[in-house]
């Protein structure tokens, strides 16, 4: 018998959109008839509510079977089956009056009705879609409305794996059918309690075992099966985001251990980085606090002159950027002329030159620089001492230079540092987890991986067929 209820239940997506179209049809000819010209339509106006009745009716008999699995929210399942209910109520009542002469109470039965169809519509939507389904686009950003806020992470190894990496994907990815407003198959992931209770079907999540997992295991189905998750037409998990989730359950990482605290193979760091990569915006650093003296009409010219582009970077600010972009090749004599300005220059981008000893001494005495971009230049461990007293530093690009683990922790002494970028260095696997150690409040970014291939790929790949 509850096999049959459940069967039946299954039909109510489908039954009710009838008393839907058959209802508003039937306000609408009700309307029209307000004037002389369409009398014609009134037999219509009975039968359309007639039919709008009967399927309402079994609407709400298809919906009473769907909720008894109780794989709803109580509370919006409950306001549901009342406007539900009382559409259907309202439906009778307009099929007895249909045919009645036009009056007050037929216009504000009429109006009612109208009102009720738009409210359970809206109720059964959050039901079936998740919550505000009717209203997120009229009031949440249009750029990405379809998922949730995630935390911006400033430092991935100081994040809890499970609510700062993986919650946000379940919430994203399966919150529409398993959180407080839905269960399907008894299930909630929306915590850790729930998770560890798995649903109907038995436990999802079994710790250092990701195969053994439900909760891993339906995302690897092939799309077009029955069982995978999402289901087919659901946004689905990335790359990223599966490796993430095979990494969290295979690691014993559980629900409260940080990032640093669980082993981190090669292969699951582009994931983890990507994660902070919101933190690790391109906006330019705040500049010192201190006033400094205005750079002269006669220093700009003679370092624009000397090719470097230099502009103030704030017009109520005497501090300035400078670039040597425009340059085909840097000279000691060049670079000595930032001397100038060591005391107002706080953004210096110098990438793609071979810079003397003497350079790099003349960078190191500009201490209020707040972003430094050395990349591809030819500092080294030994060179690199030249710019311990930059005590402002917030942003420091090493990437492709010759730079190693050892350079680097001689930059611990700066406790401004924010972003660091090491891609293209000698500093692989271990040594850059071990750095990130060390620096616990900078954002340090290694760049150019090769993912190396897991178990867990499951795309096939064919060479192609040889030409006859």
């Not at 990496?165 to 959180?179: A, E, R, V, W, Y």
Request: hydrophobic content about 40%; aromatic content about 8%.
């Amino acid at each position: 018998m509850n096999t049959l209820i459940e069967f039946f239940g299954k039909f109510h997506p489908v039954l009710v959109h009838l008393p839907i179209g058959f209802l508003l049809l039937a306000l609408v000819f009700q309307w029209l008839c307000r004037k002389e010209k369409y009398f014609a339509i009134l037999p219509a106006v009975k039968i359309a509510f007639l039919l709008g009745m009967i399927s309402a009716i079994v609407s709400c008999l298809s919906g009473w079977s769907l909720s008894s699995g109780g794989e709803y929210d109580e509370t919006t399942l409950d306001y549901h089956k009342w406007m539900g209910i009382g559409v259907a109520a309202f439906s009778v009542v307009g099929y007895w009056l249909a045919d009645k002469p036009s009056s007050q109470i037929k216009n504000i039965l009429s109006a009612l009705t109208f009102v009720l169809i738009i409210i359970t519509g809206h109720l059964g939507g959050t039901l079936t879609h998740g919550d505000g389904f009717l209203t997120k686009g009229l009031f949440e950003n249009a750029k990405d409305s379809s998922k949730s806020a995630r935390k911006t992470i400033a430092n991935v190894q100081e994040a809890v794996v499970y609510t700062d990496l993986i919650q946000p994907i379940l919430t994203d990815k399966c919150g529409g059918c398993h959180s407080a407003k839905k269960q399907k198959g008894g299930l909630r992931l929306d915590g850790q309690d729930w998770i560890l209770k798995g649903g109907k079907e038995g436990k999802v999540f079994v710790s250092g075992n990701p195969t053994g997992s439900e909760l891993y295991k339906r995302v690897l189905l092939d799309p077009l099966e029955e069982k995978h998750m999402p289901p087919k037409g659901k946004p689905q998990l990335t790359e990223q985001e599966m490796n993430l989730m095979h990494w969290w359950i295979e690691s014993n990482a559980a629900f409260t251990k940080k990032v640093k605290e669980v082993n981190q193979p090669q292969q699951i760091l582009p994931a983890l980085l990507a994660m902070q990569s919101a933190a690790v915006s391109m906006k330019k650093p705040s500049i010192p606090d201190g006033e400094v003296d205005k750079v002269s009409a006669s220093v700009f010219e003679s370092l624009r002159n000397a090719g470097i582009i230099v502009l103030p970077v704030a017009a109520n600010s005497n501090y300035v950027s400078a670039n040597f972009v425009s340059i085909k090749k840097v000279t000691q004599e060049t670079v000595a002329l930032l001397k100038q300005v060591n005391k107002q220059l706080v953004w210096l981008k110098l990438d793609y030159t071979e810079l003397s000893e003497n350079s790099w001494k003349v960078i190191g005495q500009c201490t209020n620089l707040t972003r430094l971009s050395i990349d591809h230049t030819n500092l080294t461990d030994a060179q690199i001492l030249n710019l311990t007293g930059l005590k402002n530093l917030q942003y420091l690009n090493l990437v492709g230079t010759k730079i190693t683990t050892q350079g680097v922790q001689q930059l611990k002494s700066i406790a401004t540092l924010e972003n660091l970028y090491l891609g293209q260095t000698s500093i692989k696997g271990n040594d850059f987890i071990n750095l990130q150690k060390q620096f616990p409040k900078t954002i340090l970014d290694s760049g150019n991986y090769h993912l190396e291939n897991l178990a867990s790929d499951t795309q096939l790949l064919k060479a192609p067929p040889i030409k006859k």
